[in-house]
């Protein structure tokens, strides 16, 4: 933890929190398992992000990778526990973990700030997964990623098949996933997997940079802007149309409204 302004983060094992002005970069810290979730990590994830989404001090967040890989997806240790656990209480184990495995995935995609994936190399299974429930996503050269599952015999359980055909559509989706085949950052820009593509010495730089052009406006407009975008696809035009009435009603409240506008009418009567 290189920031000492939070004590309840301290003594995560498994999660580095780096602040570089109102930015927090969230580090997955296990690289010699390429940053394999594993029950503690995923704990210390949740954690993180809820201090970020609660701290008044930060704007934006960045999820990172520590080495040479982004996130290589479940930890090989849960899968042996499954196989050696009594048949009778596979089923309720799994449905125990899911539960944590989700509410993971909920923390960064319900985050009320932006959140950007600097994927820094390999991101595979519930790694993308993780990188896709993020606002947008930044990719080094030649990083590699796939829906690997169905190579496990599983399903995709961290929201890939509900992100995935909002970034690519959903034939796209379809054979990406049951394919699960690699594929490189630079096809992931052209069909929309990824929103960029750097190098590994400006990875994080050009995040910090893309993370500060999204935050210029109020943080409760930026909020509640993200909480109906990410309603829109299932949503009628009437309910948007009526999220977003109270949204402005709740805007209008706001210091930052009062003070735009007050500088406005300053600038016009002059």
Not at 38 to 58: G, K, P, Y
């Amino acid at each position: 933890m290189n920031d000492h302004s939070t004590p309840a983060l301290s003594s995560a094992e498994f999660i580095e929190v780096e602040i570089r002005d109102a930015v927090a970069i969230i580090r997955l810290n296990r690289p010699d398992v390429r940053n394999a979730i594993n029950d503690q990590m995923r704990a210390e994830m949740i954690a993180a992000f809820e201090w970020a989404d609660r701290s008044s001090e930060i704007r934006a967040v960045i999820l990172t990778g520590a080495g040479k890989g982004f996130c290589s997806g479940g930890d090989i240790g849960g899968m042996r526990e499954r196989l050696n656990a009594p048949q009778g209480d596979v089923a309720f184990n799994g449905w125990t973990r899911q539960k944590q495995t989700h509410r993971s995935v909920a923390v960064i995609h319900g985050c009320t700030k932006p959140v950007i994936a600097a994927v820094n190399g390999a991101a595979v299974g519930l790694g993308l997964d993780m990188a896709m429930a993020c606002d947008f996503i930044v990719a080094v050269e030649g990083a590699k990623m796939s829906m690997s599952f169905l190579k496990r015999g599983l399903v995709s359980d961290g929201g890939g098949m509900y992100f995935l055909p909002r970034r690519v559509g959903l034939v796209r989706a379809k054979e990406l996933i049951l394919s699960g085949r690699i594929v490189l950052a630079e096809e992931g820009l052209s069909i929309g997997l990824v929103d960029r593509v750097t190098s590994a010495d400006d990875l994080l730089d050009s995040a910090c940079a893309w993370a500060r052009e999204l935050t210029q406006g109020s943080p409760a407009a930026i909020a509640l802007t993200k909480s109906i975008l990410d309603k829109t696809f299932e949503s009628s035009d009437d309910e948007v149309f009526s999220l977003g009435r109270q949204a402005q009603a709740m805007c209008y409240t706001t210091k930052e409204h009062r003070a735009s506008i007050e500088a406005f009418l300053d600038k016009t009567s002059t």
